[in-house]
């Protein structure tokens, strides 16, 4: 009989979700600095050993990509943590997205695009070593965070963190002030920028 429940009880362990113990290290897809500036700075005060990811194939255009990711790089710097940069391939990503250009923002097609952050992001992980990851991407006020925790489910390792939680949205108004940055007046693609 316990022969026939191991397959269910493996089922019920694999969606039981785990909090890292503190010091453990986490990569943080960060698709922004004043995202990331809550993000990591409540992930630091909770004691996690933080490496940010900037993996961000769906901004456009490619000067958009690289301002937003200068400003990534001058925020791991001034907190002395490391950072990762993912190649720009957004034609991998129009194609990934493809068929789904006129969905309305927080539809099917943002969906499509936490995919593909959140599955880059969980191999970079698994191929670096990292134990768990996360990802800015749940403070956004228009961001559907249980969607995001959804699509994660199809990549072990995932770190359910919902970084509106604690005023994180004013929290990153706050420490964008404090650093001076660079904050963004669209999501990121092309599609976004059409119906900001």
Partial sequence: MIFFLFPVILLFMSNIKVKPGKGEKVLLHTCCAPCCAPSGERMIEDGYDITLFYSNSNIYPEKEYQKRRDEARRLAEIWGVPILEDSWDHREWLDFVKGLEKEPEGGKRCAKCF?????????????????????????????????IF???EKFPGFIEYNFKKKN???????????YNLYRQN???????????
């Fill in 168 to 178: 994180g949205f004013l929290r990153s108004i706050e420490l964008s002030k404090k």
């Fill in 150 to 152: 959804e699509i994660a």
């Fill in 115 to 147: 995919e593909f952050n959140l599955h880059r992001t969980a191999q970079k992980a698994q191929d670096l070593g990292f134990p768990y990851y996360t990802t800015t991407l749940t403070l956004g006020p228009y961001k559907n965070s249980r969607m």
């Fill in 186 to 196: 669209y999501c990121g693609c092309e599609f976004s920028f059409r119906d900001q």
